[in-house]
Every structure is written in structure tokens, then in C-alpha cells.
Nanobody
């Protein structure tokens, strides 16, 4: 199993970024997927999740209305479109495969290495 995030970078407040997570080594379309972020000096925060078919999603209150999760099962890729970025969105963003229980980190069995998002003027 391999999850490789990309698309991070530095952006000004109010800007946008699109993160991607390329999955391999498993049947991507059979698993719910999540984005988790960890800001410097803080614990992990479950940001968003999507079910296998893309019809059910979850967003943390902190990103609701600004971030959009999506997936392309034909390309084995998970996405996170981030708009209206704020300095408090600065974090290392990870994609994770989910096995059981939405909202529990114990239910995420594989994680990527993360991509860094920095929001600063």
C-alpha cells in the first residue's frame, strides 16, 4: 500500500490549493478515504472524508464551505480542493485509508508522508 500526497506549497491568505493523493497497492475504489492535517505543535485534526463512491462526505467545522473532497476511482486518486485559505490552515496534510469508524484515527490503517501547506502573507 502506498499513498503519495502532492500539491502543497505556500499561498497567501485567501488563496487556493488543490492537494492530490495517488494511491497504489490496493483496490482504491473499495475504501473510504480521509484527509488529516497536523499543524506545528498541535495534534492531528480530521479534516475531511469521502466514501467509496463519493456520495457521502465529511468536513470539519473549521473547513466546511471552503474545502471540497473528491476522488477519481479510475485514476486511484483522492483530492482536496482548498479555497479561501487562512493562516490557521497551515499544516502538514496527510491522506489516509479508512477501514472502520469514521472519525477515529485508529480506523485509518495507512497514511501518506504528507504535503506541507503554508498560508502566509
Amino acid at each position: 500500500v502506498q499513498l503519495v500526497e502532492s500539491g502543497g506549497g505556500m499561498v497567501q491568505p485567501g488563496g487556493s490549493l488543490r492537494l492530490s493523493c495517488a494511491a497504489s497497492g490496493f483496490t482504491f475504489s473499495s475504501y473510504d478515504m480521509s484527509w488529516v492535517r497536523q499543524a506545528p505543535g498541535k495534534g492531528p485534526e480530521w479534516v475531511s472524508a469521502i466514501n467509496t463512491g463519493g456520495g457521502s462526505t465529511y468536513y470539519a467545522d473549521s473547513v466546511k464551505g471552503r474545502f471540497t473532497i473528491s476522488r477519481d476511482n479510475a485514476k486511484n486518486t483522492l483530492y482536496l480542493q482548498m479555497n479561501s485559505l487562512k493562516p490557521e490552515d497551515t499544516a502538514l496534510y496527510y491522506c489516509a485509508r479508512m477501514t472502520t469508524g469514521w472519525g477515529t484515527f485508529d480506523g485509518m490503517d495507512y497514511w501518506g508522508k504528507g504535503t506541507l501547506v503554508t498560508v502566509s502573507s
